[in-house]
């Protein structure tokens, strides 16, 4: 399994369009090699580098496992959790200082998980617990100028 990038490719530098010193949308994301028996993905993205720990940006659900993108900027029909902003949709990289790593992690996932809009990062990773087929990631970089 794979998740891509047109914007930036592992572990380089995020484009600032994608973060709070631009646009502030989500980038565009590829999936591929989803394992046949997926029912569905999960997306969660976080900073792992964050001052007082890992900080979460996104995080979506049931996301049907045939897809095989989000575009730039897409409006999420999919469920979508409570991120460490308060809010229930993509936050880009707003580092306080330094350059932090930002990682997009897929999951392939044998059922549709049975979680409500707005649950937390530490709800969707207990729903999910064993029901992960595969996952994969893309990291991304960003820093303030």
């Known amino acids: 399994m794979r998740i891509t990038s047109s914007a930036f490719s592992n572990n380089?530098?995020?484009p600032s369009k994608y973060t709070c010193q631009g646009h502030d949308i989500s980038p565009p994301l590829r999936f591929s090699n989803i394992p046949k028996n997926a029912k569905v993905l999960a997306l969660i993205m976080d900073d792992p580098d964050a001052p007082s720990g890992t900080f979460?940006?996104?995080l979506i659900w049931n996301i049907p496992s045939t897809a095989t993108e989000m575009q730039e900027g897409e409006r999420i029909t999919y469920s979508q959790g409570l991120n460490?902003?308060?809010?229930?949709y993509y936050k880009g990289p707003c580092p306080p200082s330094g350059i932090h790593r930002y990682f997009f992690t897929l999951y392939a996932l044998d059922k549709e998980l049975d979680l409500k809009p707005g649950a937390t990062k530490d709800e969707l990773l207990k729903a999910m617990r064993d029901n992960i087929i595969e996952k994969n990631e893309l990291i991304g970089k960003y820093g303030k100028n």
């Open 84 to 88: 460490d902003f308060g809010r229930q």
């Open 56 to 58: 979460t940006h996104w």
């Open 12 to 14: 380089a530098m995020i």
